[in-house]
């Protein structure tokens, strides 16, 4: 089994936002792979499915980005799901917009959501899937920045983003992580 974890903060108010990347993804692996979303448990909303011969639980934790890994703690401990299984989708300020890089494991940096995963879980070893949504103007604040909604001019490239994240997580699922971080890196 897998659990891909979309991060994101819930609410009307931080739909389309740069920090609900994660939520996006999830929400599009779903529609891709006809997986309805519609439980709640864990802290989360999430659905379960297949994606070719695995089972696989969608997830967007309802905790708020900071608090994470309160949700992924109970889903872990509840399915046991082993480590190297737990797909977790991210935002990223240090990566070039609309680039994907996954990463096998790894520490926080300046990301709170996965501060919160690393803390809870009391390990950094489960992969993540990293999507770049540019890097804050020097006049503006950290949080105000990956709170705020894309730019028309960034829709297109952010949406294309989105997919090629989809498409790197199936070819997890389906084969290995080495050779979708071959294909997609």
Not at 8 to 14: L, T
Not at 33 to 55: A, D, L, M, P, W
Not at 107 to 135: C, V
């Amino acid at each position: 089994m897998y659990a891909v974890i979309g991060l994101g903060n819930p609410g009307k108010k931080y739909e389309k936002t740069r920090h609900n990347i994660g939520f996006n993804t999830v929400d599009l692996l779903a529609s891709r792979n006809s997986i309805e979303i519609n439980k709640i448990k864990f802290k989360s909303v999430y659905g379960r499915g297949q994606i070719g011969n695995e089972n696989v639980l969608l997830v967007k934790p309802q905790t708020y980005m900071n608090n994470s890994g309160i949700s992924i703690l109970e889903l872990y401990k509840y399915y046991k799901i082993p480590i190297e299984n737990i797909l977790v989708i991210v935002d990223d300020i240090d990566i070039d917009f609309a680039d994907i890089r996954i990463k096998r494991k790894g520490s926080a940096g300046t990301h709170n959501g996965l501060k919160s995963i690393i803390y809870h879980l009391e390990r950094d070893d489960f992969p993540r899937i990293k999507i770049g949504i540019g890097s804050p103007p020097p006049e503006w604040d950290l949080a105000d920045f990956v709170t705020s909604k894309f730019q028309k001019k960034e829709e297109k490239l952010i949406q294309e983003a989105v997919e090629i994240a989809c498409e790197a997580i199936e070819t997890i699922i389906r084969k290995n992580i080495d050779i979708a971080m071959n294909k997609f890196n």
